[in-house]
């Protein structure tokens, strides 16, 4: 059983509509629990028990809970506030309840919110729980709690037990896998910080022999490697950090490549291992955060060969704000299981697979190459083809490999036939599978031409593990329900086309300013092609070659995938408003694919762009084109693979999905609104039943489609279990649920399931383009996914969304210089896409009647005064509408199905004929009066006497007449503001060949010739006259038709001027369709209309009447639907700074379709209060009215600051939907709501606005609703009813003082003032004489009574500005505030007692007259007082140790008695309970200046205060509540004594080359710093410092304490690591006693001494003071305080009593002192940060504040926090004799013997090893020594540890040091003189815990030492040398052999220990030298064979030869003394013998 107590929660963020109605669900496996609301509150206390059966299943070590809060809502989804994840590793290993305080909540960005929870869990574990196994392994909750993009903890996926749903119903199988995957959100190409961390644990197992291994890290090009360690199983722990700046697009994609190296090999095989993923793999996890794990390494060049070790790595990705999580070890992690605990996705087992990706085929590859090769073969008569010059190949990259296919040289349209083998481990953390087209060059780089990604997430499904035979792993229940095997699938992907998309396809020579796009960075804005791959998974075998052809018959297999249908495309454009840039006429271009684009000639010229037109004034601010009744249309034919069987099931369950979001959103409005039970149970058994439904209804069916793959199958397969699984939750809910509320969360799993189920990666139809052209170059565009606008014939329901139906779309800019700011254009189309073969179902969608025309347009020029063809230079008689391609009328045919309908006339396109005045209400006419002379004669009137400002002949101002409908304003008169003489003049010099001056200038000097002044005369509309001039037409206009204008090229006009020198007029000629076809016959419009050249002779080329002569298609409307809008505009907040003065001056252009309108400027505000509201009369919308309702037109909002000098700057836009009203007298009021203002991607405000669209059916508008009240003439204001209601309120302000203020224009704030403004009111503070003595204010508090609305969600902010007062009267605005959130000050006044400032210093220092200071004199200073001497093993340290319970290094601390001291995780300011210490006034920050983009506003400085915020009584009877800020301390300095304790620091960031940094404290306060540089910290990241530091200073003028950590370097420059920053104030003024913290008990004396100035007794009696409370009484036994009754005998029951307590008066009032909830005496933990990475931690710091003001007394002792000092000791080893030691050698004679010596070291003091002398061949294992060892080491008592310090090499400058067990070596080994000495065997004894040795040797025996593998085997006897001090006895060495332990010998020795006082009293040396003594050691009596044979020739003949062959030396000698008389003999026998013949005797 797993058990949770949800206690409470702190510091909730406030929500945007008021304080939160905060839920906490938990969410273990899948199963989720709730517990209740607790409405409007920010610090909710629960206290709710919540329980998840496990079943039987244990936890592991991956375990972990999601605990969300949200903010409960009745209306719509509940609101995230924050989520925390919650590891159950702890209670996994044994431990049965775990606390978890002040858990940190983050956002759904993994930032703090600042809130924090608290909670209990404990935990049963199941009869008969093992440890945990591989199968046990889950995926926890933490690992899936990032994946929708709403925080919603209803994503949370389970493990394999059973996941259950709140009514018990198990969750069906294919929902769990379905939510395995994560979900793609959206990620910002925004650059920003990042910070990668890897920890470097240990490795196992590694591969190799007397290996040297060596870690190497590489992440984004940097690469960090470890230290070389030796061994297989080495410890590494050390950790690299790699700091970025980059997009979390770009970087996510990136990996991190751990390569593990042998350093000890110089071959090019040294790699031992590798690992990679995927750094988006460890962002998606808990925390950003893998912990602890053991990664697999393998070789990645010869997978055959299977694992190459383990490696345990912690890895950490920490973005902006993000707080690493916290890494434990675990008690038995050094032997830990690695498959347990082995880093694997899904839990799954790794292998080894094969992806066989293979690349068919490419089209419509874009030109990459210079044509001019293509010209050189044109001039000399050789073919062309330009569209094939591009040398595509494809590069496919996963996983950090990149194979490329062949190269195919000038092919468009390449064919490669090639499969790609990637060998990867499978499943894989690496996701994205890069495909990129590239085309080769042979000098310079290789250019992509489009990047597309296969994401595996989407082509797979983790439905089992790779090894199981007979399916992937479907839960039997499953396959019994379906009848399938499983749901399950390896990575398959077509044969289909991938689409490319990335820059414009048109060829520069120049380089591609958007050759990112091509790379996959950012969304591509053009089609670039499509490639035709398959995918296929191969699990078993490896491929021979990467790449291979592709066989013929498997070519031909594919061609069926590649069957093209014809498809139709219209698209009728109904309005393009809002833009704002005019310059030449504008067209629209839709295309899909390559069909449609103008530019491109490989495709049939195509009816697929709009005419041209030019944009008209709308009256106010923006531009729209003039279509009126008659709508641009534009058709395109084009050719696509058949997919409608996937297309089909997208657009069905797209539909779900936005149905389930509407009913959902009415199901949260419906509770919101409390409507009846039986209502909305009746709605919400309707919406249950239409998803029973729709869920039910089967997706088409996809066997026996054309073009269906495998993955095809697979998808829909998951798709209809998960329906199914749906279903089957929805009908229990409809059976069983009681409470309609409770499915709400249910109901959003399923949405968030639909949508995940839409996604399909197979969809080849490419997406709708539409551009905006501009003197025919593409300005802006818009992609659509194409299956949005497709039609099908399978049901309505598979139609896309908006097939058929009018949308608002807005175009981007192709390059956005504007960064959003301006709109380049905003439209409402109407598409529809379908099958040619269908296109009869058009006519049931399209609106209006469609007109075709042919066109060409007839020149003429002036010459001599007659119009004629002569001199038309670059034109042609008949021509296009550019005047260059030329046409002729008998050249037209009409198309197949179509025919004339009449013959050709005349018809002006109104479109183009834009007047300068055209949609302006006021205009300005001009004309230059010219004079010229000879240089130094009298001016005359020049030749022309009158022109234009180009020079041109114009009219003169007389002949000026205002056109129709137009009236003078006033009278002629030459402008005098430019650059002019007082008469208008300017003056220029003619130079010939020029006939006017290039330049003018306003002073006349001889030499000019010509001069000049401009008259201006203004002209207002007239409305009247203008309704009635255009109802008629000018005759002039009616019988000729022409156009005019001054230049070729010009914009053109109607009438005819005398400047004009080119006119025009367009012919058309309709056609109509032949059949029965109706609208749908504008799909045949294909082709060009034109024949080839005539007989005149044109050699134009055929590409340059390419689509020239297309129809031009028009959609005409009857009449329009006219509408009248209100749009209400009240106010906006927190809108961005834009003027040096800190605020902005805004204002607002409000745009609706082709009208727009403009707010009045509200003058320097950031929180700008319009109530405007904005009439649109008339607003013509064309089509059906009906369908508005469903998707009406934003009103657009665009916010601006108003310079008086420079351009208006953009502040941000909004969108708002209209309320759509066919019916005005609908009784239907719309709400004021909040909308954001967004400034690009990133909000800039809020704006609070409503709008209502009225269809106008009366022409007088009498049916309308009354116009709403005028205020300042002509403003209408927001009328009641809409507006919110307002209440009188008082509102009091605590100015307290100003901190921190910078300088202002070079000067420093001398005399500043507050002022405050809120509404319309707004009050100013008393002046600061002098903000450098004092910056508080002399009178701190205001009053102020203003109008606020009642319902929070409307109340205006406050804004506080400081003003500074300087001489001759300057007032500037040097800082700001705005304070959006009022709700936390709100109080009911009537009812909230006054508690200011109460138990502060502060507070005792103003009344210090009245407080009791009992100081005795004849009291001696506490440390002389101190009676008892204190064990060596107890200090500070002990305490503190003994408080963050590491009990081992406390000694004996706890068993005295003493006290703990609290040890907080965060900042003291953010512990809930303390309120972040702004009890008595909060600190907001001022801010000045504009802001730029994408940084901060500049902090200037702090104001210090607070409000009160009640409502009071219209009533004027009624009394006013009281003042709330009554009683305030005194505001004057304080002079203070500040401690600083510096304790430690942890995972500081590394400064050093080596990973490390060498840090020292530096203090600052005020202009006081203290620099600790001395004692700084070599080489760590996790320095223990234990320093104090006292400075003395006066807050507040001194209150920011900086306490930084520096790295030391000797030579350059000392970097900072990271600072934090202190307020002293706040914890002066705070009630909760923060200055000193409480400790448990009163000690007098002794470590924990009493350290405050004042005694309990006495802080007690203050606070009764404070609080208004009668005094305590106190005796010797008991308190009596504010109705409690304490008694000591009570209190300190059971208790161990300390000798330094101090008098039991003192102890009780501190034991009352403790529960008022005043701070105790604790440790913070400090975040540090850098102004490098401001947002990213750089590490934490352990330390405490004291404050003390000095006018209360001397403080107490401070405590000695310095570290702990090793001790000097000394370890005396004798080594007597050894015995029954391996032999390893045979001497000559064949005798096993050894040469014996003992070796010996303290561990690690390595260096400093001893050994003895040898003791030569022992015959059977005895040696006799008598040998003393010396080994001096630094011990520490307390902690039982030694303490190394040693350089780590050669050029180290510093030590660094460790700690370790004191342990001792002693080995045994055999001596060689020609070969390496032989090592026998070893014995290791643990000082603290050493092994008892025997008195005999014969006792010594393998059962004295403990058997590691053997948990059952008795323990030895085990005592401590350290209390023992000597030890003496044999003790046994052993040695490893075939993994068994032998006994290698044994060891007499005596052990003792010394320190260095002892070592002084009684000494002794080394070996055998003087002084010789305690004991004394003789020389060994060793036998007379011990000897070195080499060095001793004549022992080695007595000892060894003699006494071993004696008897065969006699032998041999006896042996040679026979032969030599045997020989003898026989030498004189024959002599003998012949002289006793010859003479016998």
Known sequence: MLRFIVESASNLPDTTFGTPDPIVSITYKGEKKKTRTVDNELNPVWNEKIEFDLKGEALNASSSVLVVVKDHETIGKDKFIGSATVSLRDLASGQKTLPLKNISLLTEKKQPTGGQISLVASYEPPAGAGPPNSSALDDSAAQDSDEGDEGDEGDVEGGDGGVTGPSGVPSHPAARRLRKKKSKRPLSNKPQDFQIRVRIIAARQLAGNNVKPVVKVTVCNQTHRTRIRRGNNPHFDEIFFFNVNRSPEELFDESIQIRVYNSFSLRSDSLMGEFKLDIGYVYDESGHAILRKWLLLHNPEDPSTGSKGYLKVSLFVLATGDDPPVEKKGKSEDSDDVESNLLLPAGLTLRWVTFLLKIYRAEDIPQMDDAFVESVKSIFGAGTDKKNLVDPYVEVSFAGKKLCTKIIEKNANPEWNQVINLQVKFPSMCEKLRLTVFDWDRVTGNDAIGTAYLFLSKIASSGGEVEDDEGTGASPANEGETGEESIGFLPAFGPSFINFYGSPREFTGLPDPYEDLNHGKGEGVSYRGRLLVELHTQLEGSPEKKLEDIPSDDVLVVQKYQRRRKYSLCAVFYAATMQQEVGDAIQFEVSIGNYGNKFDKTCRPLASTTQYSRAVFDGNYYYFLPWSNTKPVVTLTSFWEDISHRLDSVNILLKMVHRL??????????????????????????????????????????????????????????????????????????????????????????????????????????????????????????????????????????????????????????????????????????????????????????????????????????????WGTTGLVGRHKFSDVTGKIKLKKESFMPPKSWEWEEDWFIDPERSLLTEADAGHTEFIDEVYENNSRYPGAEWKIAKEPYTDVNGEKSVSKEEFEPPAGWNWMDQWEYDVNRAVDENGWEYGLTIPPDDKPKSWVSTEKMYHTQKRRRWVRRRKKDKQQSVHSSKTKSPDQDSEGWEYASLIGWNFHMKKRKSDTYRRRRWRRKMAPSGQLKDAAIFRLEGALASPPGEDGDKSPTDSIFGASTPTISCVFDRPSIFHLRCYIFQARSMTAMDKDSFSDPYAHVSFLHQSKTTEVIKSTLNPTWDQSLIFNDIDIYGDPLNLIHSPPNVVIEIYDEDQVGKDEFLGRCLCPPIVKLDPNTDVTPKLLWYPVKMGDKKSGELLIAAELMLKDKPDGSNLPLLPPIRSGTLYMVPQGIRPVVQLTAIEILTWGLRNMKTYQLAAVSSPSLVVECGDKYLESAVIKSLKRCPNFPRSVLFMKVYLPKDEMYTPPIVIKVIDHRPFGRKPVVGQCTINTLKEFRIDAYTEKVSVGMHSKASILSSARDCVIDVEDNQKPLLESQTVKEDDSIDWWSKFYASVGEHDRCGKYLQKGYDMLKVYDTELENVPEFKKLTDFCQTFKLFRGKTEDDEDPSVVGEFKGS??????????????????????????????????????????????????????????????????????????????????????????????????????????????????????????????????????????????????????????????????????????????????????????????????????????????????????????????????????????????????????????????????????????????????????????????????????????????????DVHYRSLGGEGNFN????????????????????????????????????????????????????????????????????????????????????????????????????????WPCVQEKDDKRILAGKVEMTLEIVTEQEADEKPAAKARDEPNMNPKLDPPNRPETSFLWFTSPCKTMKYIIWRRFKWIFLGILILLFVVLFLGIFFYSLPNYLSMRIVSPV
């Open 661 to 866: 979001e509407v009913n959902l959103t009415k199901l949260k409005t419906a509770v919101l609104a409390k409507v009846a039970e039986d209502l909305l149970a009746e709605f919400w058994f309707k919406v249950i039943e239409q998803i029973i439904e729709e869920c039910s209804q089967p997706l088409p069916v996809v066997e026996g489609k054309p073009n269906v793959t495998q993955l095809d199958l697979q998808i829909h397969k998951l798709r209809t279990n998960t329906l199914a699984s749906i279903v089957e939750s929805a009908i229990t809910w409809r059976n069983e649920a009681s409470d309609p509320k409770e499915t709400i969360p249910d109901m959003e799993s399923w949405l968030e399931d639909l949508k995940s189920l839409s996604e399909e990666p197979q969809n080849s139809m490419p997406d709708v383009i539409i551009w905006m052209i501009c003197d025919e170059k593409r300005v802006a565009y818009a992609r659509i996914p194409a299956h949005e606008l497709l039609y099908s014939t399978t049901s309505e329901e598979a139609c896309g969304r908006y097939c058929g139906k009018t949308r608002t779309i807005v175009l981007k800019y192709l390059e956005d210089k504007y960064k959003g700011s301006k709109i380049p254009s905003q439209l409402r189309v109407r598409f529809w896409l379908g099958l040619s073969a269908v296109e009869k179902k058009f006519n049931s969608f399209s609106e209006g009647n469609f007109s075709v025309f042919s066109e060409l347009y007839e020149n003429q020029i002036q010459l001599m005064g007659k």
């Open 1507 to 1812: 409000f009160k915020i009640y409502p009071l009584s219209d009533d004027p009877g009624i009394k006013m509540p009281p003042r709330q800020f009554a009683e305030l301390p005194d505001s004057g300095t304080q002079e203070c004594l500040v401690r600083i304790y510096i304790i430690r620091a942890i995972d500081l960031q590394p400064k050093d080359s080596n990973g490390k940094c060498d840090p020292f404290v530096k203090v600052s306060l005020g202009r006081k710093s203290i620099e600790d540089r001395d004692n700084y910290v070599p080489k760590t990241l996790n320095p223990v410092f234990g320093r104090m530091f006292e400075i003395s200073c006066n807050i507040p003028t001194e209150k920011d304490l900086k306490i930084a950590l520096y790295d030391f370097d000797l030579l350059s420059r000392d970097e900072k690591v990271g600072e934090t920053i202190i307020d002293l104030e706040n914890r002066l003024l705070s009630r909760f006693g923060a200055c000193a913290g409480l400790p448990q008990s009163y000690y007098i004396s002794g470590i924990n001494a009493w350290r405050d100035q004042l005694k309990p007794s006495q802080l007690l009696h203050n606070l009764a003071k404070m609080k208004g409370l009668s005094p305590p009484v106190i005796s010797s036994t008991s308190l009596s305080y504010n109705g409690q009754e304490y008694v000591l005998s009570e209190i300190e029951n059971n208790k161990t009593l300390n000798e330094h307590l101090g008098p039991p008066e003192e102890r009780l009032a501190l034991h009352a002192l403790r529960l008022q909830g005043l701070v105790p005496e604790h440790v913070e933990l400090r975040t540090l940060y850098s102004t490098f990475q401001p947002n990213l931690t750089q590490g934490k710091l352990q330390m405490w504040v004291d404050i003390f003001p000095k006018s209360l007394g001397p403080p107490g002792p401070p405590f000695d926090i310095t570290p702990r000092k090793p001790k000097k000791h000394f370890l005396r080893c004798v080594i007597w004799n050894t015995s029954d030691v391996l032999l390893d050698e045979k001497s000559i004679t064949g005798e096993e013997m050894s040469d014996i010596y003992v070796k010996g070291w303290i561990g690690g003091l390595e260096d400093e090893k001893q050994k003895t």
């Open 1827 to 1930: 040998w003393r060892f010396i080994f001096p080491f630094e011990y520490l008592p307390s902690e039982q540890l030694c303490v190394v310090a040693k350089k780590e090499n050669f050029w180290s400058l510093d030590k660094t040091e460790f700690r370790t067990p004191p342990k001792l070596f002693i080995q045994i080994w055999d001596n060689d003189k020609f070969t390496m000495d032989d090592y026998l065997g070893f014995l290791e004894l643990d000082l603290n815990s050493t092994i008892s040795p025997t008195k005999t040797a014969k006792g010594c025996d393998l059962d004295m030492l403990p058997d590691t593998k053997d948990p059952g085997a008795k323990a030895p006897k085990l005592t401590s040398l350290f209390s023992q001090k000597s030890l003496n006895g044999w």
